[in-house]
């Protein structure tokens, strides 16, 4: 996988190349509006992380630019700007995901994954994982075969987990997908949910299914 | 109507009846001088009447048929005139009889015509000619002359009246004319505001004040477009600044945390590093989020919605934190009402005031959420037995920075006292209110917000 990454700060550029190529992924750093054109005309690439503050111009030009030329690989902004404003602009300018700075490098890990797995996901209704088994149609949660009274968002967390089984969801993620917030939630609320969650599902001290990942999120072993 | 419109109007008014009032004046005193001119005249012909009597071949005949004639003349005429004979050495030798014991004076200052006050006459207006060695006064009453003069000051005033009343009407039309140009100013500038500070006052070619004052008004515009576009570029610039170094210190130290081999002890302030950092984050955007707030740079995401599919969602949220916390929860919620508002934005708020609250509440004790309806507001109250707030201090909770709560229990882990700064300018681009007041009896504080229901439009951004 090749990733292209627009990022004028050389160190945050030069860290993200470095740290992806630790992960198997092949990553590109350029600083410029300019050089990004120069290297997309050059090679192809797999997947774009943007930041739009560059010194040659707005990444979200060249955004616009690209998709209108056809570019049709996920692009994930990467910004230092206000995050709702600039995100609604990026998302109706054709980005595929957001990410405001600082970030953490897990969460640009786990979002990429998530870009490229999209473009040949498929759908599925009934999730099944160390005995959860989780059915969207009828709405009913079980644990070992007895059945689980979860809360609507207690539901719609695990979900989540479900869907995306062994994969790191980050808070921001999660506030994203459940509360439609577009940063961490002031509050400890996802933590309290968590808990809630594990009192219902962990039947066993031993069996644990979430892991705690601190200041990142958290994953479904 | 304005008070410059009504100023003009009255001012109009004004000068129209003082110019009306000279003119009638004028118009007065001409009269009055052309009708005693008109008895000047008429004394004239008078004596000139007497002249043709007493006169023989233009010789005056002897003294005592001249006595006669005139005290006949004097009878024919008695109604209009009144006769007075001195001799040379200024002795009164006739009176006609309509004079009873009245006296003429002699003639003022030389005058030939004269106007003098008695009180058996009235006033009248004498004139005195030379007849012979002799001097005739004939005088009439100036009676006449008064009565047209009255009623020619009654005429004046009816005529006053309604000019004063055309000149309301008349003014009030012409001030609309004249502030119609400020009018239209007024309506553009008013619609001018940060979210579209390109448009300008139509202003034409013509070079009069309005249009200088018009072109005045844009050139303010031109200056005030550009300082906010720094003020954009200073926080979008100030967010970048802050925010690019500050994700390389969390990368390379999550990175150090996932592979340096620390010790358990470097672990734990890495990983306090680390949340100081997502602290320092949430502080720059919340500020950001008050400054661009400010200056009307938010842009609501503003539905015309159910408020209980809101109050609902957070229902369940509130309710999982406070049983975390083992402090009771009530939800009380009237009638559905439909109100326009962003639902994430006011989420925070409600979100925000219930962990205030919770932070004040004591174990066991309880939170309540009301919503309802006030008259035209949508209300939303949030309440908790903690202890209150000192009296003095209840209206500086909303200010930024203002940590009056953590201060009295001591708590300086939740926040940097920006959250009700934040809920107070969320409330305000809703045109909303957000206040707070101690529970009576207590203890408790309770927050209280307001929407107005049907004010705002869907689909209309904040300003």
């Not at chain 2, 009018?183 to 001018?192: D, G, V």
């Not at chain 2, 009402?337 to 005031?353: C, E, G, K």
């Not at chain 2, 940590?403 to 300018?425: H, K, T, Y």
Request: hydrophobic residues 45%.
């Amino acid at each position: 996988m090749r990733i292209l990454i627009v990022e004028d700060e050389r160190k945050v550029g030069q860290f993200i190349e470095r740290s992806l190529s630790e992960v198997a992924y092949s990553g590109k750093w350029v600083s410029s509006c300019a050089t990004a054109r120069d290297a997309l005309a050059e090679s192809t690439f797999d997947a774009i992380i943007l930041d739009l503050g560059l010194p040659d111009g707005d990444g979200l030009d060249l955004l616009r630019e690209w998709r209108a030329a056809g570019f049709n690989e996920p692009v994930l902004i990467l910004s230092a700007r206000d995050a709702l404003q600039d995100r609604v602009r990026g998302l109706n300018v054709g980005a595929d995901d957001y990410l405001a700075k600082p970030f953490s490098f897990e969460e640009l890990l786990a979002r990429l994954r998530s870009l490229l797995r999209r473009q040949g996901g498929k759908k599925t209704t009934e999730f099944e994982h160390r005995g959860i088994k989780l059915d969207l149609l009828a709405r009913t949660v079980e644990c070992d075969g007895n059945p689980i009274d979860l809360t609507a968002r207690e539901f719609a967390l695990l979900e989540l987990f479900m869907q995306n089984q062994g994969r790191v969801l980050t808070r921001t993620m999660i506030a994203e997908k459940i509360w439609d917030s577009y940063s961490d939630l002031d509050t400890n609320l996802l933590d309290v949910y968590m808990r809630r969650l594990r009192k219902k599902l962990e039947s066993s001290p031993d069996k644990q299914l979430f892991k705690t990942l601190r200041g990142v999120g958290y994953q479904m072993v | 109507m304005n008070s410059l419109g009504s100023r003009l109007t009255i001012w109009y008014v004004l000068v129209v009846t003082a110019t009306v009032v000279v003119a009638l004046c004028v118009g007065r005193w001409l009269l009055e001088r052309q009708l005693i001119r008109g008895l000047d005249l008429l004394n004239a012909a008078e004596f000139q009447e007497i002249v043709d009597r007493v006169e023989k071949n233009h010789h005056m005949m002897p003294d005592q048929e001249v006595l006669e004639r005139i005290t006949a003349h004097s009878k024919i005429d008695a109604p209009l005139y009144f006769f007075q004979l001195r001799n040379q050495s200024g002795d009164v030798v006739f009176r006609s009889a309509n004079m009873s014991d009245a006296v003429l004076p002699e003639n003022p200052k030389g005058k030939p015509n004269w106007t003098s006050d008695d009180p058996l006459l009235g006033t009248v207006r004498a004139g005195e000619f030379e007849l012979g060695s002799m001097k005739l006064q004939i005088a009439a009453s100036l009676q006449g002359v008064r009565r047209s003069l009255r009623s020619y000051f009654q005429v004046s005033l009816a005529m006053l009246g309604v000019v004063a009343v055309f000149s309301v009407f008349f003014g009030y039309w012409l001030s609309r004319l004249a502030l119609d140009p400020v009018r239209r100013i007024q309506l553009t500038a008013r619609r001018i505001s940060a979210e579209n500070l390109s448009e300008r006052i139509s202003v034409d070619s013509s070079k009069d004040e309005i249009a200088d004052l018009a072109r005045l008004l844009n050139q303010m515009f031109d200056r005030l477009e550009i300082s906010f576009e720094r003020l954009w570029r200073f926080a979008a610039d100030a967010s970048h600044e802050l925010k690019t170094p500050l994700a390389l210190i969390r990368l390379q130290s999550e990175k150090l945390l996932l592979h340096g081999q620390l010790s358990a002890g470097q672990s734990e302030a890495m990983q306090q590093q680390l949340e100081s950092i997502m602290r320092l984050d949430s502080i720059i955007e919340k500020l950001l989020f008050l400054a661009k707030s400010e200056v009307g740079g938010i842009e609501l995401n503003l539905r015309c919605q159910k408020t209980n599919d809101l109050i609902n969602a957070v229902d369940e949220d509130a309710r999982a934190l406070c049983e975390d916390s083992k402090i009771n929860f009530v939800l009380r919620k009237s009638e559905d009402i439909t109100a326009t508002f962003d639902a994430i934005l006011l989420r925070q708020v409600l979100l925000n005031l219930i962990t205030n609250a919770l932070h004040a509440t004591p174990p066991d004790g309880c939170i309540s959420l009301w919503s309802c309806r006030v008259r035209d507001r949508w209300q939303v109250i949030v309440e908790d037995n903690g202890p209150g707030l000192p009296e003095n201090r209840v209206r500086d909770i909303f200010e930024p920075f203002v940590r009056v709560r953590q201060e009295m229990i001591g708590d300086e882990s939740s926040g940097a006292g920006l959250g009700l700064a934040i809920c107070r300018s969320i409330l305000d681009l809703h045109h909303g209110a957000i206040f707070a007041e101690n529970c009576r009896p207590g203890p408790g504080l309770r927050v209280i917000f307001e929407i107005p229901i049907g004010r705002a439009k869907a689909g209309e951004s904040g300003s």
